[in-house]
């Protein structure tokens, strides 16, 4: 993973996979029924235990943080609660008259992070590379707007952003502001790549994500690269926008599954690694066919070799185990080069 970052030449793509630390896995659902995603979040060794779980269970090339992308918010005042269907944030900005006024910055509230991020590295088995990550500004905007996720389309967040650009503008810079603390930080104490996670980057416009969210992108990526660590940046949704990630921005830009992988490299500037793509829901297929579409990548591969192997978005709570533990034996048994 980290000599792919790097530029080296590799035998075969990295592979690792979005939410591997989870529902998915059996050990995580064991946990589940006696700790809460909370108190697993909250606790250093539940926390570091969730976080390697994948590199015992399932043999990928890197762990990521156990954690989630609304500490954030949580650090900038908004009082949250995890129920059955995710995060519920107790007064949404949607409700005040000028959101960006709602926030208090206590970036203290992070410092449990910190440590379940001392002792994953402490706990690790040599030569696993840990991956950071936080949710981008746009991503982190639409649950403290809206105040859930229960609507994809988050039509509270689309009205806010067209009609009150200057507000938006004072929110944005609030939350990128906490992020870069965040980023910071979670290097500080040890992580080696880091990624940021825009899932809802397709819900706008390019051209108005470009206006108002792109110098937003621009600090959180100096942040991260100018203490030397590889940064990876996912875009979901983004779609023509994809120009924008030139490599001052980014090392590599993990590929959503509705963009197909050569699209995407005529797309992305030249210098920039792509990550990803293959359609999570693909793993519910039969194992044939699965193969196969391993087998679909190895061209692609040699002909463009800064590729990391991973999913278009998370894995999906009730893909089955084995699917996933045998793209995992796929992808390094194949021959790639």
């Keep these: 993973m980290l000599n792919k ?11 690792w996979f979005m939410r591997q630390a989870g529902r998915v896995l059996p050990n995580y659902q064991k946990l589940k029924k006696e700790y809460t995603f909370h108190e697993m979040m909250s606790d250093p060794e ?6 390697l779980m994948p590199i015992y269970d399932l043999g990928v090339d890197a762990a990521i943080l156990f954690s989630d992308i609304l500490v954030v918010p949580d650090a900038l005042g908004m ?22 006024k709602m926030l208090k910055q206590d970036a203290s509230r992070l410092d449990y992070i910190f440590q379940n991020i001392d002792t994953i590295i402490r706990n690790r088995p040599s030569g696993t590379p840990l ?36 507000d938006a503008r004072k929110l944005i810079d609030h939350i990128t502001e906490m992020t870069v603390i965040y980023v ?3 290097i500080k104490h040890g992580v080696e790549v880091f990624q940021l996670f825009d899932t809802h980057a397709g819900l706008i416009p390019a051209d108005l994500y470009y206006e108002l969210f792109w110098p937003a ?46 699209h995407a490299r005529e797309l992305v500037p030249p210098g920039v690694g792509l990550q990803g793509n293959m359609d ?12 196969a579409a391993l087998e679909d990548l190895i061209p692609f591969y040699r002909e463009h070799p800064d590729y990391i192997f991973n999913l278009g978005h998370g894995l999906l709570p009730d893909i089955p185990f084995e699917k996933v533990k045998l793209v995992v034996d796929r992808v390094k048994s194949m021959k790639w080069v």
């Design 217 to 262: 992108i621009q600090k959180i990526s100096l942040a991260i690269r100018e203490t030397g660590t590889p940064f990876i940046f996912f875009p979901k949704g983004l779609g023509t926008g994809l120009k924008f990630v030139t490599p001052d921005i980014a090392d590599f830009v993990s590929i959503d599954w509705q963009m197909p992988l050569r």
């Design 131 to 166: 991956i950071g990550f936080c949710g981008a500004p746009l991503t982190v905007l639409c649950y403290m707007v809206q105040g859930t996720g229960r609507d994809p389309n988050f039509p509270d967040v689309v009205k806010y952003l067209y009609s009150n650009k200057s």
């Design 280 to 291: 999570p829901r693909l793993l519910y297929a039969k194992a044939d066919d699965i193969e």
């Design 184 to 186: 910071q930080n979670q």
């Design 46 to 51: 539940l926390a570091s235990k969730v976080t």
């Design 5 to 15: 970052l790097k530029g080296l030449p590799t035998e075969r793509p990295p592979v």
């Design 79 to 100: 009082k949250m609660s995890f129920t059955g269907k995710g995060p519920v944030f107790e007064n949404p900005l949607s409700r005040a008259e000028e959101p960006s």
